[in-house]
Protein backbone atom coordinates (compact mmCIF):
# COMPACT_ATOMS: atom_id res chain seq x y z
CA UNK A 1 0.00 0.00 0.00
CA UNK A 2 1.05 3.31 -0.69
CA UNK A 3 2.35 5.72 1.63
CA UNK A 4 0.25 8.46 2.67
CA UNK A 5 1.80 12.05 1.53
CA UNK A 6 1.77 13.56 5.29
CA UNK A 7 3.89 10.35 5.79
CA UNK A 8 6.81 11.13 3.90
CA UNK A 9 6.86 14.61 5.80
CA UNK A 10 6.31 13.07 9.23
CA UNK A 11 9.33 11.08 8.37
CA UNK A 12 12.20 14.27 8.80
CA UNK A 13 13.31 15.17 12.39
CA UNK A 14 14.74 18.72 12.67
CA UNK A 15 16.68 17.30 15.56
CA UNK A 16 18.42 14.90 13.53
CA UNK A 17 22.16 15.45 13.34
CA UNK A 18 21.70 14.31 9.71
CA UNK A 19 21.42 16.72 7.13
CA UNK A 20 17.57 17.56 5.81
CA UNK A 21 18.74 15.76 2.49
CA UNK A 22 20.39 13.12 4.08
CA UNK A 23 17.24 12.10 5.80
CA UNK A 24 14.69 12.60 2.48
CA UNK A 25 17.57 10.35 0.54
CA UNK A 26 17.47 7.89 3.73
CA UNK A 27 13.13 7.70 3.11
CA UNK A 28 13.10 7.71 -0.53
CA UNK A 29 15.73 4.44 0.05
CA UNK A 30 13.34 3.01 2.08
CA UNK A 31 10.44 3.42 -0.69
CA UNK A 32 11.99 2.33 -3.58
CA UNK A 33 10.95 -1.16 -4.86
CA UNK A 34 8.20 -0.94 -2.20
CA UNK A 35 5.74 2.06 -3.17
CA UNK A 36 4.36 1.60 -6.37
CA UNK A 37 5.33 5.34 -6.70
CA UNK A 38 9.01 4.35 -6.32
CA UNK A 39 9.39 0.94 -8.50
CA UNK A 40 10.79 2.82 -11.81
CA UNK A 41 10.91 5.98 -12.01
CA UNK A 42 10.72 8.28 -9.10
CA UNK A 43 8.48 11.38 -8.39
CA UNK A 44 9.43 14.44 -10.10
CA UNK A 45 11.42 17.07 -8.10
CA UNK A 46 8.53 18.94 -8.44
CA UNK A 47 6.32 16.31 -6.73
CA UNK A 48 9.24 14.87 -4.11
CA UNK A 49 9.23 18.79 -2.77
CA UNK A 50 5.58 18.51 -2.50
CA UNK A 51 5.80 14.91 -0.64
CA UNK A 52 8.48 16.28 1.98
CA UNK A 53 7.56 19.82 2.69
CA UNK A 54 10.95 20.59 1.29
CA UNK A 55 12.78 23.37 -0.92
CA UNK A 56 13.68 21.66 -4.38
CA UNK A 57 17.89 22.20 -3.65
CA UNK A 58 16.87 20.08 -0.67
CA UNK A 59 15.56 17.43 -3.19
CA UNK A 60 18.34 17.84 -5.34
CA UNK A 61 20.85 16.96 -2.72
CA UNK A 62 19.22 14.33 -1.64
CA UNK A 63 18.74 12.51 -5.60
CA UNK A 64 22.72 13.10 -6.40
CA UNK A 65 23.26 11.40 -2.73
CA UNK A 66 21.81 8.94 -3.76
CA UNK A 67 22.90 8.68 -7.30
CA UNK A 68 26.36 9.19 -6.20
CA UNK A 69 25.91 5.54 -4.51
CA UNK A 70 24.28 4.36 -7.44
CA UNK A 71 20.70 3.44 -5.92
CA UNK A 72 19.13 5.93 -8.95
CA UNK A 73 20.34 7.35 -12.14
CA UNK A 74 19.09 10.53 -13.44
CA UNK A 75 18.57 11.54 -16.90
CA UNK A 76 18.49 14.94 -18.11
CA UNK A 77 14.94 15.71 -19.14
CA UNK A 78 13.90 12.72 -18.48
CA UNK A 79 14.00 12.14 -14.40
CA UNK A 80 15.21 10.03 -12.09
CA UNK A 81 15.19 6.06 -12.46
CA UNK A 82 15.85 3.19 -10.07
CA UNK A 83 19.32 1.72 -10.58
CA UNK A 84 19.73 -1.64 -11.43
CA UNK A 85 22.12 -1.83 -8.19
CA UNK A 86 18.84 -1.51 -6.15
CA UNK A 87 17.23 -4.42 -7.27
CA UNK A 88 17.14 -7.53 -4.87
CA UNK A 89 19.10 -10.15 -6.12
CA UNK A 90 20.61 -14.06 -5.86
CA UNK A 91 23.84 -15.16 -6.19
CA UNK A 92 25.67 -18.99 -5.79
CA UNK A 93 28.39 -17.76 -3.94
CA UNK A 94 29.38 -15.73 -0.95
CA UNK A 95 32.55 -13.40 -0.63
CA UNK A 96 33.89 -11.66 2.19
CA UNK A 97 34.27 -7.97 2.37
CA UNK A 98 38.19 -8.36 3.21
CA UNK A 99 38.50 -10.61 0.36
CA UNK A 100 37.03 -7.87 -2.02
CA UNK A 101 39.42 -5.31 -0.46
CA UNK A 102 41.83 -7.29 -1.16
CA UNK A 103 41.13 -8.06 -4.59
CA UNK A 104 41.57 -3.84 -5.06
CA UNK A 105 44.81 -4.38 -3.76
CA UNK A 106 44.00 -2.74 -0.62
CA UNK A 107 45.54 -3.88 2.63
CA UNK A 108 42.63 -4.11 4.89
CA UNK A 109 42.97 -4.13 9.01
CA UNK A 110 39.99 -5.98 10.67
CA UNK A 111 39.19 -5.59 14.57
CA UNK A 112 36.31 -7.81 15.84
CA UNK A 113 34.47 -5.30 17.61
CA UNK A 114 31.53 -7.47 19.25
CA UNK A 115 30.87 -10.89 19.85
CA UNK A 116 28.54 -13.35 21.94
CA UNK A 117 24.55 -14.19 22.03
CA UNK A 118 22.18 -11.37 21.66
CA UNK A 119 18.53 -9.77 21.36
CA UNK A 120 18.56 -9.83 16.87
CA UNK A 121 16.91 -6.95 15.19
CA UNK A 122 13.28 -7.84 14.11
CA UNK A 123 14.76 -8.40 10.40
CA UNK A 124 17.41 -10.31 11.22
CA UNK A 125 14.24 -12.75 13.03
CA UNK A 126 12.40 -12.85 10.28
CA UNK A 127 15.23 -13.61 7.60
CA UNK A 128 16.49 -16.75 9.92
CA UNK A 129 13.33 -17.36 11.44
CA UNK A 130 14.86 -16.76 14.94
CA UNK A 131 13.38 -16.95 18.53
CA UNK A 132 15.18 -14.39 20.77
CA UNK A 133 18.68 -14.80 20.57
CA UNK A 134 21.31 -14.94 18.16
CA UNK A 135 25.05 -15.12 17.80
CA UNK A 136 26.10 -11.95 16.74
CA UNK A 137 29.39 -10.36 15.94
CA UNK A 138 30.86 -7.15 14.39
CA UNK A 139 33.67 -5.96 12.76
CA UNK A 140 35.21 -2.92 11.99
CA UNK A 141 37.60 -2.31 8.93
CA UNK A 142 40.05 -0.12 8.19
CA UNK A 143 42.11 1.06 5.37
CA UNK A 144 45.24 3.12 5.36
CA UNK A 145 44.24 4.49 9.10
CA UNK A 146 41.11 4.92 7.85
CA UNK A 147 38.38 3.33 9.45
CA UNK A 148 35.76 2.67 6.05
CA UNK A 149 33.08 0.03 7.17
CA UNK A 150 31.38 -2.14 9.45
CA UNK A 151 30.02 -6.16 9.47
CA UNK A 152 27.40 -6.66 11.10
CA UNK A 153 26.30 -10.89 10.65
CA UNK A 154 24.37 -12.80 12.70
CA UNK A 155 23.87 -16.94 13.18
CA UNK A 156 21.14 -18.89 14.35
CA UNK A 157 21.58 -20.38 17.72
CA UNK A 158 22.40 -23.72 16.23
CA UNK A 159 25.54 -23.10 14.83
CA UNK A 160 26.58 -20.55 17.87
CA UNK A 161 28.20 -23.45 19.84
CA UNK A 162 30.07 -24.51 16.85
CA UNK A 163 31.62 -20.60 16.30
CA UNK A 164 34.19 -19.61 18.74
CA UNK A 165 35.52 -16.00 19.47
CA UNK A 166 38.70 -16.95 17.91
CA UNK A 167 36.84 -18.09 15.10
CA UNK A 168 35.27 -14.89 14.66
CA UNK A 169 38.40 -12.73 14.96
CA UNK A 170 40.62 -14.38 12.40
CA UNK A 171 38.20 -15.82 10.11
CA UNK A 172 35.45 -13.93 7.43
CA UNK A 173 31.97 -15.00 7.61
CA UNK A 174 32.41 -16.57 4.32
CA UNK A 175 35.11 -19.30 5.66
CA UNK A 176 33.53 -19.88 8.94
CA UNK A 177 30.32 -21.48 6.83
CA UNK A 178 32.38 -23.21 4.58
CA UNK A 179 35.89 -23.73 5.72
CA UNK A 180 35.27 -23.60 9.31
CA UNK A 181 31.84 -25.65 9.73
CA UNK A 182 31.80 -27.57 6.45
CA UNK A 183 29.06 -25.99 5.16
CA UNK A 184 27.52 -26.08 1.15
CA UNK A 185 25.95 -22.82 0.31
CA UNK A 186 22.99 -23.22 -1.92
CA UNK A 187 22.48 -19.47 -2.49
CA UNK A 188 22.70 -16.02 -1.29
CA UNK A 189 19.93 -13.28 -1.27
CA UNK A 190 21.36 -9.77 -1.38
CA UNK A 191 19.73 -6.24 -1.33
CA UNK A 192 21.69 -2.67 -1.33
CA UNK A 193 20.09 0.61 0.46
CA UNK A 194 20.44 3.07 2.67
CA UNK A 195 20.62 2.29 6.66
CA UNK A 196 20.46 4.46 9.67
CA UNK A 197 23.69 2.97 11.91
CA UNK A 198 23.39 2.24 15.24
CA UNK A 199 24.94 3.92 18.37
CA UNK A 200 27.81 1.32 18.67
CA UNK A 201 28.67 1.67 14.83
CA UNK A 202 28.93 4.84 14.62
CA UNK A 203 30.76 5.36 17.46
CA UNK A 204 33.41 3.19 15.67
CA UNK A 205 33.09 5.08 12.62
CA UNK A 206 33.25 8.32 14.60
CA UNK A 207 30.17 9.32 12.89
CA UNK A 208 27.50 11.47 14.24
CA UNK A 209 24.71 8.85 15.77
CA UNK A 210 21.63 7.62 13.06
CA UNK A 211 24.12 8.71 10.62
CA UNK A 212 22.57 7.09 7.00
CA UNK A 213 25.05 4.78 5.03
CA UNK A 214 24.91 2.17 2.05
CA UNK A 215 23.76 -0.86 3.15
CA UNK A 216 24.90 -4.16 1.23
CA UNK A 217 22.38 -7.05 3.14
CA UNK A 218 23.26 -10.71 2.56
CA UNK A 219 20.90 -13.62 3.53
CA UNK A 220 22.22 -17.00 3.10
CA UNK A 221 21.15 -20.25 2.63
CA UNK A 222 23.62 -23.65 3.39
CA UNK A 223 22.05 -26.83 1.50
CA UNK A 224 20.05 -29.02 4.19
CA UNK A 225 19.69 -26.24 6.66
CA UNK A 226 17.91 -23.17 4.68
CA UNK A 227 18.65 -19.70 6.00
CA UNK A 228 22.03 -20.12 8.64
CA UNK A 229 23.84 -16.09 8.21
CA UNK A 230 22.56 -12.49 7.79
CA UNK A 231 25.19 -10.26 7.08
CA UNK A 232 25.03 -6.45 6.55
CA UNK A 233 27.98 -4.31 5.27
CA UNK A 234 28.13 -0.41 6.33
CA UNK A 235 30.12 1.58 4.20
CA UNK A 236 31.32 4.95 5.56
CA UNK A 237 30.35 7.91 3.22
CA UNK A 238 32.90 8.55 0.65
CA UNK A 239 34.89 5.23 1.24
CA UNK A 240 33.78 2.89 -1.00
CA UNK A 241 31.80 2.69 -4.42
CA UNK A 242 30.65 -1.26 -5.27
CA UNK A 243 29.23 -2.29 -8.65
CA UNK A 244 26.55 -5.00 -7.84
CA UNK A 245 24.23 -6.61 -11.00
CA UNK A 246 20.93 -7.11 -11.34
CA UNK A 247 21.07 -10.36 -10.12
CA UNK A 248 23.08 -9.12 -6.70
CA UNK A 249 26.35 -10.45 -7.43
CA UNK A 250 28.70 -7.91 -5.62
CA UNK A 251 31.41 -7.19 -8.00
CA UNK A 252 34.86 -6.88 -6.80
CA UNK A 253 35.20 -2.86 -7.73
CA UNK A 254 35.40 -0.84 -4.72
CA UNK A 255 37.71 1.96 -4.18
CA UNK A 256 38.58 3.32 -0.86
CA UNK A 257 39.30 6.95 -0.38
Known amino acids: MPTSPRAFAASLDSASPDPLYLQVAADIGR???????????????????????????????????????????????????????????????????????????????????????????????????????ALGLRRGFSVNGRRVAVTEVHYPPALAERITEDMARETSSAEILTRRLGLAIDHADVSVDLAAIGPAVADWLRLPPASTLMRIRRVTHCTGLGPCEHSQILLSTGAAAFRVDAEGRIAPALGAA
Open 31 to 133: HIGHDPRFLHRLPSEAELCALYDVSRITIRQALAHLAERGLVVRRHGRGTFVSAVRRDGRQSAIYSFGDILAGQGLAPETELLAFGMTAPPAEVRAALGLGDT
